[in-house]
């Protein structure tokens, strides 16, 4: 295209300042088309950053050492507090208790253990004290027997209006600027991206195309025992009071491989939680990557790590060192930390 | 680039006899442009053939009433009877009984009940007639503690060298040719193609990629339970004797729905094993499809359905016509059944 504008161009007449014109406009066009912007300019200049985009280019250069066919470039992320934020508790964790409130009278008949309890005085902390258990139970006390369809809606329809309470806005906003650009460039670069979450496979799949651009069976979590029935002769998926899988720590590594089959390359985590599938991750032949999000950033988000409740941060870091996986600061390795700035 | 020799043509000189054949070499491009090769031509022409294309019109249609977005256009197919023979014994079948014979020595002091003498005796009937817990046994009892990788590996070299008793080729040859022109077609259309087994989903997915064009994270099958173990701080995945989940009949729709967060919206099957997996793909809202296999021809390949101990086909032939399904004779629908002929 451009070679017959230039041939139509020196047909016509032949004068200096024509040609001049025309070297101005090409390498003006030139320079356009080799200048690639930024595609991680949430990513503040360093180490980190350099890691990603040196392994990114290893296994992405044809006929290099570590070349990977994009059929094997999968990446797996955890979600609460590697995609987004979780706390002061997480998504999941604010659903299920508007849940309870919202089957109030119901519950208050039933209710036999201090963490429902708990839950219907809306008292967040010992929900997280009482742990995974009682974390499933609420699940299951508010959720049984639902189609697996009317879950999906009522989850979205949640999703629609909850705000986070500290960042005053939807909860589908709450989600990291940086890790979201980094999401697309792997994509960008022939890379799968899976989630692989603790939280409920349903509740993540419910919004993890629209705002992370990950289709629902690129979805790993935490699920629980469906049963198939013919309701009027139309079939129907209800949901059990029984969990099926907890998607986490060990876990994570056995769920990745049951649903693809294949050891993926890279993996993000930010907990203890993510530990196994990280060391299952890196540890594979070729080149491998594997990256901690580190909160230490308590302006622009939250601080926490060898001592939480939530999102604990200890063996993993340590692991960090000696494995070679990449710890980002989120204070330091980020200029963003979402798509808006405090004061929140 | 046509456009550019056409002028350098003309631009030479101009004759008649030139232009002449300028005009029939623009009509032979065209035309081979516009030939449309016949996309299934293993499938004879009749109303099998025209409801596929009909339905695949119907949801690739842009603007049409029944138009279905690529990321939702899911087909299901089930494999053993579907893709590929099943009989006299399915492939597993025979892989687990050839592992027994390899594992002799330490089954004959450990044996203890009487399939496990009957697979020592390599006496596939017994087995058969033992039903579903006793192939899940056998399976355990050949590899149980063996890591995925290392599982993986006996697979392939076992395929490698084993044949059909019937058809004397490699199993993976005895693949149905007019179901990979379906699954071509399909994908070609838009489609993603998922296997949906009641074979061991780690012994499919050993081949589901070279034979079938499907890679291992659509495969969904039987799961044995994995556990996460550091060997020299290494980390690796090891089968336990211990069956995760089965599968089959209501199994199907559970385990797609858990795998893909999806229901689809086209399923292929053979058998009552498939039989509510096609009722909850042709039961959701919109254009749907599901289709049968039946087994009718015993010249080409084996004549089975109602009364049968692999792949029975009678609950499922009844309902196909109050729900519409698509029942294909093999014997009739099918010019070719295997890319090879008979006598075998």
Chains 1, 2 share one sequence.
């Not at 390498?27 to 088309?33: G, N, Q, T």
């Not at 309890?117 to 010992?126: E, F, P, Q, Y």
């Not at 294949?262 to 930010?270: C, K, S, V």
Request: with cysteine; glycine share 6%.
């Amino acid at each position: 295209m451009i070679f017959i504008v230039i041939c139509c161009f020196l047909g016509i007449k032949k004068t200096a300042s024509r040609i001049l014109f025309l070297f101005f406009w090409c390498s003006l066009a030139i320079s356009a088309a080799l200048a690639q912007p930024d595609p991680l300019p949430s990513w503040t200049a360093g180490e980190a950053k350099q890691s990603i985009v040196k392994f990114v280019s290893a296994v992405t250069e044809s006929g290099g050492r570590d070349y990977v066919p994009p059929s094997e470039r999968i990446a797996v992320f955890d979600n609460d507090g590697t995609l987004w934020s979780e706390r002061p508790a997480s998504v999941e964790t604010r659903f299920i208790l508007d849940q309870i409130q919202a089957h109030r009278p119901r519950l208050i008949k039933a209710k036999s253990r201090s963490w429902l309890l708990a839950a219907l005085r809306n008292d967040v902390d010992s929900i997280l004290e009482a742990g995974e258990l009682a974390f499933v139970e609420l699940t299951m006390a508010t959720h049984v027997d639902r189609t697996t369809d009317e879950f999906d809606k009522v989850v979205k329809d949640w999703l629609a209006t909850a705000k986070h309470p500290h960042f005053r806005r939807p909860y589908t906003d709450c989600t990291y600027q940086p890790m979201m650009e980094l999401m697309n460039y792997l994509r960008a670069n022939g890379f799968k991206t899976y989630i692989v979450s603790g939280g409920g496979a349903d509740f993540v799949r419910c919004f993890s195309e629209s705002i992370y651009g990950v289709p629902p069976e690129q979805v790993i979590g935490t699920v629980i025992k469906l049963r198939f029935a013919l309701r009027d002769r139309k079939p129907v998926l209800v949901r059990m009071p029984k969990v099926n899988f907890v998607d986490n720590k060990a876990g994570k590594p056995v769920a990745i491989f049951e649903h693809t089959g294949r050891r993926p390359i890279a993996a993000f985590g930010n907990s203890d939680g993510d530990l196994e599938m990280l060391q299952w991750v890196t540890s594979g032949p070729g080149a491998r990557f594997g990256l901690l999000v580190h909160h230490d950033d308590a302006d622009r988000e939250f601080a926490y790590d060898r001592i939480s409740r939530i999102g604990k941060l200890d063996k993993a870091l340590d692991e960090a060192k000696t494995r070679g996986w990449t710890v980002i600061s989120m204070k330091n390795d980020w200029n963003n930390v979402f798509s808006f700035s405090p004061p929140y």
